[in-house]
């Protein structure tokens, strides 16, 4: 079984930043998988924010471009998802994701992804 563990979220002003952090345990070899973060807001559909390949190529949702950064510690089994001047409709459960396959836009739908975080709330509000 794969195990990824959402962490760093919470309440921000707008403009202000957080960074949120996804470990992975469990039966994964973490340097081979795409890595993806995507949100889900009130009343909305899940929608993906940005992914990372195993050879470090990244994507990201047109709404994010230029605010959110993704990276990835593959010594720690983490990827962490960099965002910067937040906006109230940045507001929403965000889910770590991991798929051995997936490595290109595809990577920003959820069909590819075999392992999912239990999610964290991020709420941006003044």
């Known amino acids: 079984q794969v195990q990824l563990v959402e962490s760093g979220g919470g309440l921000v002003q707008p403009g202000g930043s957080l960074r949120l952090s996804c470990v992975a345990s469990g039966s994964i070899t973490f340097r081979y998988y795409t890595m993806g973060w995507f949100r889900q807001a009130p009343g909305k559909e899940r929608e993906g924010v940005s992914c990372?390949?195993?050879?470090?190529?990244?994507f990201y949702a047109d709404s994010v471009k230029g605010r959110f950064t993704i990276t990835r510690d593959n010594s720690k089994n983490a990827v962490y998802l960099q965002m910067n001047n937040l906006k109230p409709e940045d507001t929403g459960v965000y889910y770590c994701?991991?798929?051995?396959?997936?490595?290109?836009?595809?990577?920003?739908?959820?069909?590819?992804?075999?392992?999912w975080g239990q999610g964290i709330q991020v709420t941006v509000s003044s």
């Open positions: 994701a991991a798929d051995l396959m997936v490595a290109d836009l595809r990577g920003l739908t959820e069909e590819p992804y075999d392992h």
């Open positions: 990372i390949t195993s050879s470090t190529e990244s």
